[in-house]
């Protein structure tokens, strides 16, 4: 159902009925301006003949008609061209101001009231522009105390689900151990799948929180020298075991400096580069091979993560690394699932001052670059709870 405005956003809203018409005021401004063109005619055909009673010579006559042609033309150019210069001020203005609003709303200001007494259609559309963006800040406010609820509720629940789950997951343990008791195999088998389940959704109570801490800002970054193709070493080496399972190598190839360091923070780029090497693995072909390659490219080191496997369809390419997002073709292959990790990605490239972006074909494969900055100062973020207890 669609909102309806309310009585205060009713009363920005102003009435179709125009109190001074611009086609009226124009109308009159024309007929007075032909009214006074018809009076100055009359005056100088009567000046100009007035002579005829003195008898004067025919030549004397045309040479005084045309001298009061040229002093005609001029009083009545002169009045037309200030009418015109008036008539188009008064119209261009208000549409220079509506245009400068406009672009201001697109860059996502909304701060912007245009000002004015006229009361005419322009009056008129700048009541409904104001109104309009009356409306669009009252609109954006909800929005922001909806997510600020959203995001407190999510924090909550996380909070609360990952002391059961790390629980459960204690427990299983122990039963895999057979500290309780011997297991046979078929037992174990359930336990295993039991506990991959628990560590699924450990992942997305950990994203859940994630998400949460990059809206609020409250994400911490430390930011250091990191070993760039060290770091990625290791991340493939943790995922050598699960890519194996699956019959899928993974090949590194590093064209940059060996051990070539960025300013970065190592954590979350073990993030970055673990979301998209694991989901490489997941929905890969087997029998294929991820490619991880980094590069240097101008003031960047470009970081390459190519698969082969179920692809991207074009119709889910735009909103990839939107919150909450999953693929067709994703979620086909794997119900399950946050639909976090590319937007965590994202958000944590965007504040090491990079870029991500990726290419898929129709045949499946698909290209993750990610760009990080070489030149970089060393940043310490610190969270809003931090910086408090400081001010303490």
């Known amino acids: 159902m669609q909102n309806l405005p309310t009585a205060k956003e009713e009363s920005l809203i102003p009435t179709s009925k125009v109190k001074k018409p611009i086609f009226g005021r124009l109308f009159w401004a ?19 003949f007035s002579d005829l009673f003195y008898m004067i010579s025919t030549d004397e006559i045309v040479q005084k008609l045309t001298g009061n042609l040229i002093f005609l033309v001029l009083f009545i150019a002169i009045p037309c061209v200030f009418l015109s210069v008036s008539i188009s001020s008064d119209i261009a203005k208000p549409i220079r101001q509506i245009g400068g609003s406009i672009r201001e709303l697109v860059k996502g200001n909304l701060d912007v009231n245009i000002k004015t007494a006229r009361r005419d259609e322009f ?26 609820m959203k995001s407190k509720f999510i924090t909550v629940a996380s909070h609360q689900l990952r002391t059961p789950s790390s629980g459960v997951g204690w427990g299983l343990d122990l039963l895999l151990k057979e500290s309780a008791g011997a297991l046979n195999e078929e037992q174990k088998q359930i336990v295993r799948i039991c ?5 699924e959704m450990i992942g997305i109570v950990n994203d859940l929180m994630s998400v949460t801490q990059i809206e ?13 193709d060290t770091l990625l070493g290791k991340i493939i080496n943790e995922f050598s075991m699960e890519a194996k399972m699956k019959n899928i190598g993974i090949q590194f190839e590093n064209k940059v400096a060996e051990h070539f360091k960025i300013v970065a923070d190592p954590n979350r780029l073990a993030t970055v580069f673990g979301n998209i090497i694991e989901n490489a693995i997941q929905y890969g072909d087997k029998n294929t091979t991820i490619e991880v390659a980094m590069h240097k490219e101008d003031n960047n080191i470009l970081i390459q993560i190519i698969n082969q496997g179920i692809g991207i369809t074009e119709d889910d390419q735009e ?8 693929g067709e073709n994703a979620l ?12 965590i990605a994202r958000k944590i490239i965007s504040e090491h ?11 499946g494969k698909t290209t993750f670059n990610i760009y990080l900055p070489i ?3 060393l940043i310490a973020t610190k969270t809003k709870t931090e910086e408090f207890l400081e001010a303490i």
Not at 30 to 48: E, G, K, P, Q, R
């Open 30 to 48: 024309f007929a007075l301006l032909s009214l006074f063109i018809v009076i100055v005619n009359l005056l100088l055909v009567i000046y100009t």
């Open 123 to 148: 009056g008129n559309l700048i009541g409904l522009f104001n109104g309009l963006v009356s409306r669009m800040k009252s609109v954006r406010f909800r929005d922001q105390e909806l997510s600020k």
């Open 195 to 199: 506990q991959d389940r628990n560590l």
């Open 216 to 228: 609020e800002s409250d994400l911490y970054y430390e930011f250091q020298e990191v070993e760039i």
């Open 319 to 326: 909103r990839i690394f939107s919150k909450f997002f999953r």
């Open 332 to 343: 086909k292959l794997k119900p399950n699932g946050s639909g976090l990790g590319l937007y």
């Open 353 to 363: 001052k990079g870029k991500i972006s990726f290419y898929g074909d129709k045949d």
């Open 375 to 377: 030149h970089q100062e």
